[in-house]
């Protein structure tokens, strides 16, 4: 069985940067991504990453801004955010799928972690 735990989230300041961590147990080789849900909307793609970490995608709105990473020797993904603002606040959730590809599609994930907040101040 998988778990996910992120942290890193908190309340900082628009321009401010954040770095999210996602360890994963009962690890196998897993494709992760992080989704963001704002008050109100629905969960968003944010960035997702292959296993071997050759491949990754953004969502536009934080492309340019937001750097995702692994390292699989710790079960970890990171996720570099810069440049916060405060359209960027949500619960950021990590998320994991039984399969080395990266995907945008939130149906496609297996496991996801509780999630993480991030509150962005103007």
């Known amino acids: 069985q998988v778990q996910l735990i992120e942290s890193g989230g908190g309340l900082v300041q628009a321009g401010d940067d954040l770095r999210l961590s996602c360890v994963l147990s009962?690890?196998?080789?897993?494709?992760v991504a992080w989704f963001r849900q704002a008050p109100g909307k629905e969960r968003e793609f944010v960035a997702t990453?292959?296993?071997?970490?050759?491949?990754?995608y953004y969502g536009d709105s934080v492309k340019g801004r937001f750097t995702i990473s692994r390292d699989n020797a710790k079960n970890t993904v990171y996720l570099q955010m810069n440049a916060l603002h405060s359209e960027d606040t949500a619960v950021y959730y990590c998320?994991?799928?039984?399969?080395?590809?990266?995907?945008?599609?939130?149906?496609?994930?297996?496991?996801w972690g509780q999630g993480t907040q991030v509150t962005v101040s103007s």
């Open positions: 998320a994991a799928r039984s399969d080395l590809r990266a995907t945008k599609i939130r149906g496609l994930y297996n496991y």
């Open positions: 009962g690890y196998r080789h897993y494709a």
């Open positions: 990453i292959s296993w071997s970490g050759d491949t990754s």
